[in-house]
């Protein structure tokens, strides 16, 4: 959900980049009977695409609120 200089600037250990602008292309690539938990800068872009995953048949999909301005895991 977050912007490749985003994502440069820190990132959670093994969580991929996956531009939100994007979801219609990837979405394809997702398991819809797996659960996925979205991570963006705030919470608020995560928060849409996992409605837009919802409203797409995915059940198992939430936001990180917060984002990474909440996390204080380790960042690569």
């Known amino acids: 959900m977050r912007t490749p200089?985003?994502?440069?600037?820190?990132h959670i250990p093994n969580v991929p980049l996956r531009p939100?602008?994007?979801v219609a292309d990837w979405m394809s690539e997702l398991d819809p009977q797996?659960?996925?938990v979205f991570v963006c800068r705030s919470g608020n872009r995560s928060q849409r695409v996992a409605e837009f995953l919802r409203a797409n048949g995915f059940e198992h999909v939430a936001?990180?609120?917060g984002g990474m301005?909440?996390?204080d895991g380790e960042i690569e």
Not at 5 to 10: K, N, S
Request: proline share 0%; net charge negative.
């Open 63 to 65: 936001n990180y609120s």
């Open 69 to 71: 301005l909440v996390w």
């Open 20 to 22: 939100m602008q994007e």
């Open 34 to 36: 797996k659960s996925y």
């Open 5 to 10: 200089e985003e994502y440069a600037e820190g």
